[in-house]
């Protein structure tokens, strides 16, 4: 069993918008890495990052992202730091890998003040700033297609993913 497809990027991409819109036009269950972290732990990212630390949330979202590459059939959508494990990024070859690539400006105002999300404490446009610079060349080592998300809505981001898998 394999994902249909799996939804990398930064926050403020769309994922979990669009693997919503791929899942009904597809037929098949979707699925969110961070979602199950959640259910598992029964407590939101933000407080495993701070009751516990980022360390062990990115323990908890690696065995979760091992987990659904193993079990899910349908969309899968990972966490915004997913790959930045190299053994999740081992696992993630062989799948049909979409990175959803957003710039700064258009990150920033769909994460608006970045309320819920822990890596984004302080000054926010300079946390998502450096965050798609360090990040940004990950996502593209994982990636077997590449989608631009900048202006445009959901649903068009989501039918030209259709349109690269085939």
């Known amino acids: 069993m394999s994902p249909r497809v799996v939804l990398v990027g930064p926050m403020g991409a769309g994922k ?4 919503g819109l791929l899942a009904e036009a597809w037929g098949v ?7 199950d972290v959640v259910a598992a732990e029964g407590r939101s990212v933000s407080d495993i990052f701070v009751d516990d630390g980022e360390d062990r949330f990115r323990e908890l979202e690696k065995a979760a992202v091992a987990t659904a590459l193993a079990e899910h059939d349908g969309v899968l959508a990972l966490g915004g730091g997913a790959i930045l494990d190299a053994d999740t990024r081992a696992l993630l ?8 690539r957003v710039g700064l400006s258009d990150a920033v105002k769909r994460v608006g003040l970045g309320v819920g999300r822990p890596l984004l404490l302080g000054n926010v446009r300079a946390r ?11 996502y593209e080592e994982v990636a077997t297609h590449v989608v631009d998300t900048d202006g445009r809505p959901a649903e068009e981001v989501a039918q030209e993913v259709r349109e690269v898998l085939g």
Request: net charge negative.
């Open 16 to 19: 979990t918008t669009v693997a």
């Open 29 to 35: 269950p979707v699925r969110d890495t961070d979602e």
């Open 93 to 100: 070859a062989g799948h049909r890998v979409v990175y959803l």
């Open 128 to 138: 998502i700033k450096s965050l798609l610079d360090e990040r940004a060349g990950l």
